[in-house]
């Protein structure tokens, strides 16, 4: 951990502490017992904006469950260019969006997959997860559901003039070969509330060209998000395939189930995929991750990976631990 981190650590983990410290010294203060600050923590710097909302909200005494959707939300409807209806299109010129969403107390999880013409793909996955008996939606059946729960639905086919112009800035990747780290991001949002409850949410258009139908890591329970209560949660982003055939983000949650800490529990589960993926440390994969205990981290295989962490005490851009062939043994900013 660097000073720095553990300084913002230690000032968000003492005020929880003394907290604790008092609630144990006396039963008439046993109600603050298990309150905290509470922390956000979010992928990329385009992650800060959400994470502040996301803090409104709770201030407001609204849940983590509430202040995810509406952080993810705020994302998806700001222009981001790889969350939401303005993110990038498929290979056919036509966005479609993943995104879940999974809340700690019950273990809930609601998704929906290459859906199109969804404004707020978040709001789908909770009401997929609140409404139905099911986890997740995907294409049409994504599309009709949100509808008819009244959510704002679009055409979901790009602009043409935007794709024309979109697409020939592009270095044409052929189909499912985009996967320059400038060729997606996304936001996944993770939360633990002042009562120590954990709530996560992802939304993303996903990988830009990708063949139509191509469902990434994002709204996959235990890829794009995974949330254990008892633990904590964590989210990815890069290339979504590096990231769904190792459950990717469950195993972070694991790692930390197992002592790790976040930033330590998100370069194992990179350690281990890099171990028999093909590509080894070239990979585009990069996690957030945060504890019960209100620690939080990141590492990443992009250089100086930005994360974004909220809490009422500051709001501010990190950068994960670098992991590359060159410095996967040492340690990053943790
Ligand atoms: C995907 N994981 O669809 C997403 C994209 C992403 O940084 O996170 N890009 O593969």
Redesign the pocket.
Known sequence: MSDQTRRDFLKHTTAAAATFSAGCASTQSSARLAKRDPLIVS?WGFGKPANELALKVLQGGGSALDAVEQGVRLMESSGNT?VGLSGKPNAAGVVQL?ACIMNGPGHQAGSVAGVEGVVHPISAARLVMEKTPHVMLVGPGAHWFAEQNGLEVRDGQADEASYREWLAKQKKPAPGKGDK?EN???IALIILDTDGNIAGGCS?S??SG?VPGRV???PIIGG?VYVDNEVGAAG??????N?MRYCASYQVVENMRHGMSPTEACAEAIRRIAKTDPQGMDL?I?FIALNKGGEFGAAGTQANFPYSVTTPAFSEIRKGQPLSSANQKEGGNE
């Open positions: 992928t790889s993943d780290p997606h991001d996304t993303t996903g990988w990708k990434g890591d994002s794009g990815a982003t890069g290339l979504g395939e990231v585009s990069n």
